[in-house]
Each structure stands twice: as structure tokens, then as C-alpha cells.
């Protein structure tokens, strides 16, 4: 019997996001709208979608060895009652719904408010869905404020529903769209894999989770880079080397002719249709862009 590694992949917000991060680390997956467990072509993982809020608490319970969800929500569950110290992290995936980067919950009030910090909310009340985080927040702070559990649509609430809240986001659009002012960074998030301790002291899963943990580090760090190769007389070798931003050092190889050399580099993709040009006026030849699905450091 093939032996499984049972992983909790994010149901939600960033679901579309992780099935593409796993496409090019290697992996398809199939999800059904009638089904909560998804289909991979790996016979050896057994997915499960389980909402990012809740993953931290399967994990750390060993119904799940491993799953992906937030800092956040890490966070969340270590500051309720549930099973403490029962997880670790495996590797942090910095990417999220919209882009590969990190999010904020910020403390945000109406433009218009009197509201200029936490402090200044003493005695109000805050909607939020990460409210243990929320409270913990406050308490730094040092100020008592009311925290209420927010079900969604979030940034409706204030001023009728709540004199403030604390929200996700990524590039503050949303917030700005329904009048809110940031006044604070509650903190920072990105994805994490999150195995279980028990799972961990299994060699077996051990190597598994890390395989995994590898593939999809490697399909981040490939994200927004390519690959040039392209062909350069020795004597114009270091004009055009001076003009590469290589991830480590280009590769330069020699070939049949001794007086040409092949150089190979990996570059920011936003930089290629500047750079193209430049490497052309620098007298290199036969310039190849190509994309890259993973890079292993």
C-alpha cells in the first residue's frame, strides 16, 4: 500500500493562487466543486481544501501532516486554547491572492473620524476576523476597545456597524474605495507550510514535506524571472557582462569558434525590454528570453 502524506491546501481566498504556485512546482490538481478533496498526480499526497483559518488547528491536531495557510492564522490559533506546540514551519511561501508578496492587517477608521491611533479608540468597537490577534494588538497598546468577530464585508461596517476595524490587504485599494484611513500595522503575513511535529519525526513524511517544500520554493523564486542566453565576441565580453544583474554569476561557456563565447543568465523580467536593446548595442548576438518554472538556490 502506497504510503500518503495527507496536506491541507487553502480553501478560498488564495485556492486559485496555490494550485497555480503547485502547477509550476511540478504538480496538476483537479478540484471538483462537489468535493473537498482535490485530485493530484502524485500518488503519494492526499489533498484535503480546508479554510486557511482553520489549518493551523487540523495540523496541529495530526489530522492533516501538513497545510498551507497564514502567519496570521498561525497566530490566531497559538493565542486560543487549542493544542499548543503541536506544529512547526517548514518553509515560508511569500505569495498571496493578488501577488507574490506579503499582506498587512492594518487598523483602519472612517476618513472622516477623530481616529488617529489605537489609543484614540478607548472604549469603541473594532470588527475584525482575527480577533484573538486583535485583542492581543490593543492590550500592547493599552488601550480597551470591544473586538468583534467580523463574518465578512468587512470594510462596510464603519462608522454604523463599528467605529473602526482591522483588515487584510494587499495594496490598500479596497479600503481606500469604501473611505477607510490605515492608522496602523497590526502585522504582517505571508503563506507558510506547516507540518505537524509527529508527521516531522516520520522520515518517511519528513522527506516528503520537504520534496514539497523545495518544488514550491523553487516555482516562487522563478516567479517574475527569466532566462537569457545569448552569444558575444570575446573582445566585447565585458561591455556586455558589465550590463547583466545575474542572479548569482552568468554562465559563460565557450564555443566552436574560440573567439565567440556563450553567456547564460537569469534577470528580472520587468528589466528585459530594456535590456534587450542595450545587450544588442553591445554587439551580442543571438539573444534568447525563456521562461523558468523553477530555481532551485
Known amino acids: 500500500?502506497?504510503?500518503?502524506?495527507?496536506?491541507?491546501?487553502?480553501?478560498?481566498?488564495?485556492?486559485?493562487?496555490?494550485?497555480?504556485?503547485?502547477?509550476?512546482?511540478?504538480?496538476?490538481?483537479?478540484?471538483?466543486?462537489?468535493?473537498?478533496?482535490?485530485?493530484?498526480?502524485?500518488?503519494?499526497?492526499?489533498?484535503?481544501?480546508?479554510?486557511?483559518?482553520?489549518?493551523?488547528?487540523?495540523?496541529?491536531?495530526?489530522?492533516?501532516?501538513?497545510?498551507?495557510?497564514?502567519?496570521?492564522?498561525?497566530?490566531?490559533?497559538?493565542?486560543?486554547?487549542?493544542?499548543?506546540?503541536?506544529?512547526?514551519?517548514?518553509?515560508?511561501?511569500?505569495?498571496?491572492?493578488?501577488?507574490?508578496?506579503?499582506?498587512?492587517?492594518?487598523?483602519?477608521?472612517?476618513?472622516?473620524?477623530?481616529?488617529?491611533?489605537?489609543?484614540?479608540?478607548?472604549g469603541k468597537t473594532v470588527a475584525t476576523e482575527l480577533v484573538r490577534v486583535t485583542r492581543a494588538y490593543f492590550a500592547r497598546e493599552g488601550a480597551r476597545v470591544n473586538v468583534e468577530f467580523s463574518w465578512g464585508a468587512t470594510e462596510v461596517k464603519p462608522p454604523t456597524l463599528a467605529d473602526a476595524i482591522v483588515e487584510v490587504t494587499e495594496t490598500g485599494s479596497s479600503l481606500r474605495a469604501h473611505r477607510l484611513r490605515i492608522l496602523d500595522t497590526v502585522m504582517e503575513s505571508n503563506t507558510k507550510l506547516i507540518a505537524n511535529k509527529a508527521a516531522l519525526a516520520d522520515a518517511w513524511k519528513r522527506t516528503k514535506i520537504e520534496n514539497v517544500a523545495l518544488l514550491l520554493g523553487a516555482a516562487i523564486e522563478a516567479q517574475g524571472r527569466v532566462g537569457l542566453m545569448l552569444n558575444v565576441h570575446r573582445r566585447d565580453l565585458s561591455s556586455v557582462l558589465s550590463l547583466l544583474p545575474a542572479l548569482q554569476r552568468p554562465t559563460i561557456s565557450a564555443l566552436s569558434d574560440d573567439e565567440w563565447v556563450a553567456v547564460n543568465t537569469i534577470v528580472e523580467e520587468r528589466t528585459v525590454r530594456d535590456l534587450i536593446p542595450k545587450l544588442k548595442s553591445a554587439k551580442a548576438q543571438g539573444i534568447v528570453e525563456y521562461p523558468l518554472n523553477k530555481i532551485v538556490l
Request: aromatic letters at 10%.
Open 1 to 122: 500500500m502506497t504510503a500518503k502524506l495527507k496536506l491541507g491546501i487553502p480553501k478560498g481566498s488564495l485556492q486559485d493562487a496555490t494550485i497555480q504556485l503547485f502547477a509550476r512546482a511540478g504538480f496538476s490538481i483537479y478540484v471538483s466543486s462537489r468535493s473537498y478533496f482535490p485530485s493530484i498526480d502524485d500518488d503519494e499526497i492526499e489533498l484535503m481544501l480546508i479554510r486557511a483559518q482553520e489549518m493551523a488547528r487540523y495540523v496541529s491536531d495530526g489530522i492533516l501532516d501538513a497545510g498551507l495557510t497564514g502567519q496570521d492564522w498561525i497566530a490566531e490559533h497559538e493565542l486560543g486554547d487549542g493544542t499548543t506546540g503541536a506544529i512547526a514551519s517548514v518553509a515560508d511561501l511569500i505569495y498571496a491572492k493578488q501577488s507574490f508578496g506579503k499582506v498587512r492587517w492594518v487598523l483602519a477608521a472612517p476618513e472622516d473620524s477623530p481616529f488617529r491611533s489605537a489609543r484614540d479608540l478607548e
